[in-house]
């Protein structure tokens, strides 16, 4: 099981080389987190410019936003903020990155690639795949999300891009929004566990603010909040473990703005947390090194 980090600004993390060596060997990433038992993970990855990979089948999912940069994916581009869910088995003639890239990615298991002519792998599953979405033109809901059970939560100004709804596992990928100014006074809760990334803005919360570029994976059924936003955000949200929903409870505390960085995190993650901090000064120095 991963452990609970809440939160982390992934700008501390180490490059580790060679991060992927039996899917992508060659590259460095950044490991957000990553399940000991069943090698499932997230990470930010950076492929080199020149970057080429031939023919292959993964023998796990791979979910996949691109931060910075472009990478090429059997002749499909994706650009900044593009979106892809390629479910295991999928036979893929090739992978370029021309210029460089970072690209979130989350793999639901340890990631293994079999040449394209002999993975000994069936087809995927075409229900399952997300060849690629713009999520920046798509279209926003707005209000109750129903289909996650979401009553009860302060939608006002909110949007909400659901990007993958696995029909498998019921797992969900989607992109939250909320407007400057925002905030609630409600605690949650959720059957499954959840992970964000902060692609742009800030959130308040009770153990500190997460600004873009800051990652947390949640276990299940921990209660979090409230929590507020000065400026607005922007998150990238997954569901992992079945049937999304939300518990509502009061706050035992009433939100509060610019809390102290106070994170959840397993012991060798400490050691990259400076030993003194002014969080916002430090990553608005250099937000994506």
């Known amino acids: 099981m991963r452990p609970h980090i809440e939160f982390i600004p ?10 992927l060596p039996a899917a992508r060997p060659g590259i460095r990433a950044r490991v957000l987190s990553r399940d ?10 950076e492929y080199p410019p020149g970057f080429t990979a ?3 089948v993964l023998g796990v999912d791979e979910e996949l936003m691109v931060l910075s940069g472009s990478i090429e994916i059997d002749g499909v581009r994706y650009g900044r903020h593009d979106y892809a869910h390629l479910p295991r088995g999928l036979r893929r003639r090739g992978m370029h990155c021309i210029a460089g890239a970072q690209v979130l990615s989350f793999f639901s ?35 109750p999300r129903k289909h996650m059970a979401s009553e ?3 939608h006002g100004g909110t949007v909400h891009k659901l990007l993958f709804d696995d029909p498998l596992t019921r797992d969900k990928t989607w992109i939250a929004g909320l407007p400057p100014y925002w905030s609630c006074d409600t605690v949650e809760r959720h059957p499954v566990c959840e992970e964000e990334f902060a692609l742009a803005g800030d959130i308040h919360m009770p153990n500190g603010i997460m600004l873009e570029g800051a990652y947390f994976w949640r276990p299940p059924d921990v209660a979090h909040g409230p929590f507020g936003t000065l400026g607005g955000t922007i998150h990238l949200c997954r569901g992992k473990g079945g049937l999304y929903s939300t518990r509502f409870e009061p706050a035992a505390k009433p939100f509060r703005w610019d809390p102290p960085y106070q994170p959840i995190l397993p012991v060798d993650y400490l050691a ?8 916002q000064e430090s990553l608005a120095c250099n937000p994506g090194s």
Request: glycine share 8%; aromatic share 8%.
């Open 109 to 143: 298991g340890e990631p293994i690639a079999f040449p394209g002519d002999s993975a000994p792998l069936p087809d995927a599953d075409p229900a399952r795949l997300v060849r690629r979405i713009d999520t920046r033109a798509l279209a926003p809901m707005t209000g």
């Open 272 to 279: 990259y947390v400076p030993s003194s901090i002014d969080l």
């Open 36 to 45: 000991p038992d069943d090698g499932s993970c997230s990470l930010i990855i």
């Open 54 to 56: 031939g023919s292959q």
């Open 152 to 154: 009860g939560f302060n």
């Open 10 to 19: 992934s700008q501390w993390l180490p490059w580790q080389e060679d991060a």
